[in-house]
């Protein structure tokens, strides 16, 4: 019933935010009369805020039209190059053709935002590289058709993906994928098969939670699985697609994501306030670019989400040695040629550091000569693979790792 009337909600506001927006223009219009009304543009601004706040943020485009090789700027096209129910696995095509340089897919995280969330990911490695990333569906447009997606249909889909681009694939996972990343690799240097990765880089991710546990980590080892379920899972209402499947719902995450860092949103949506009174355009665009993603969401299977809760947050299964993958036990030590990096940022507060770090112990087996272990100072869980500390000292030692795998 709770998205139900979520919905409901939805629908009821959409009146509603349609007239703000519309006096909003009036009281901003410089032929307007009423915008010389003393106090006027305070109102705009209010009605602004409330269209930014109750408006639905559609997925994200990743807007990545171009990129520069050799000095010299190429286009970028995305091409779909597998599709499956609960995900397709995109490619960027360069115009330009470099067959040397490296295969690289990045995995993206199923965690509540789309995929275009890596975009400053894809962008610095672009240049250097052939990027592929697995794009994600919202479970709430998957009809019950297409059946149920949990976390061993993930690892599924990983091998899948990576057998699709075939051999001397290197694979980047961002957050949530570093365990279905890992057990994924395990299976496949178990198989012996062709396509095994090259090179695994495994970026702030719960490898063992259990390490300096955050806040999500408490939240999971407080809280019996039976919680979880009865609270957070809910079904898709009509007239989704994939109505009556059962989903976590975006709108329940993002309220999540939100009370973990509820004044600094507070006062992001009071300098959104001013910025459209006092006219400063820049700032305006500045706010509604970062929230345009950070508010755009999507449901997750609510098989998929139990069973990563309770392997991963509750018990644990990888770092203790006991994650099995359709009854079959994943043993990462099993991993050999496959150079390993792991990347962790000093504040962040989703997954600390050595949580990602644990996956060195796991995979007994690689050659010291390559590993490679990197904390970076001062960055908390977004600043490890987008904005200035991920373009100008993560990604240089990535491209590095990739190149001498």
């Known amino acids: 019933m709770m998205y139900f009337a979520h919905e409901i909600g939805r629908v009821a506001l959409e009146p509603v ?35 930014d706040l109750t408006r639905r943020y559609p997925k994200p485009a990743f807007n990545l039209s171009t990129t520069i090789c050799d000095g010299e700027v190429v286009g970028v096209s995305e091409t779909v190059v597998k599709r499956k129910p609960f995900a397709q696995l995109k490619h960027f095509q360069r115009d330009v053709q470099r067959p040397n340089d490296p295969k690289l897919l990045i995995v993206a995280p199923l965690s509540g935002h789309f995929a275009s969330l890596l ?29 149920d997606f949990g976390l061993d249909d993930y690892i599924d889909y990983v091998i899948e993906f ?23 690799t395990a299976i496949m240097a178990e198989d012996g098969h062709p396509a095994t990765p090259r090179s695994l880089a495994l ?33 898709v209402p009509a007239p989704y697609p994939g109505a009556m499947r059962k989903v976590y719902p975006g ?5 999540g994501f939100v009370n973990m860092n509820f004044d600094r949103h507070v006062d992001a949506y009071r300098g959104l306030f001013r910025s459209i009174r006092d006219e400063q355009s820049d700032k305006v665009t500045r706010h509604r670019n970062f ?23 509750q018990e644990f299964h990888l770092a203790r040695g006991c994650f099995e993958h359709r009854g079959r036990l994943v043993k990462p030590a099993a991993i050999r040629n496959t150079a390993l990096m792991t990347v962790e940022g000093e504040k962040d507060d989703i997954s600390s550091p050595g949580q990602t770090r644990a996956a060195h112990s796991l995979c007994v087996n690689v050659p010291d000569s390559r590993r490679v272990q990197h904390l970076q100072e001062g960055v908390g869980h977004y600043g490890v693979f987008n904005g200035s500390q991920w373009r100008e000292s993560i990604a240089p030692k990535l491209r590095d790792f990739i190149r001498s795998a």
């Open 203 to 235: 970026m702030s991710g719960p490898v063992d939670g259990r390490v300096d546990p955050t806040a999500p980590c408490k939240l999971a080892t407080k809280n019996k699985l039976a919680w979880f379920k009865r609270n957070l899972v809910h079904p």
């Open 17 to 51: 935010r349609l007239l703000t927006k519309a006096q909003s223009t009036l009281l901003q219009h410089p032929w307007s009369p009423v915008s010389r009304i003393p106090g006027a543009r305070s109102v705009a601004s209010a009605y602004g805020v409330f269209g």
């Open 291 to 313: 929230y345009d993603e950070y508010l755009a969401v999507m449901d997750l299977p609510a098989t998929y989400y139990l069973d990563t809760i309770q392997r991963v947050f």
């Open 251 to 255: 709108f329940l995450q993002l309220a």
């Open 162 to 184: 990576i057998d699709h681009l075939g051999p001397d694939t290197h694979v980047l996972a961002v957050c949530q994928p570093v365990v279905p990343v890992l057990a994924a």
């Open 119 to 147: 975009r400053g990911t894809v962008e610095a490695m672009l240049p250097e590289h052939d990027v592929y990333i697995t794009d994600w569906r919202d479970a709430c447009k998957v009809p019950l058709s297409d059946g």
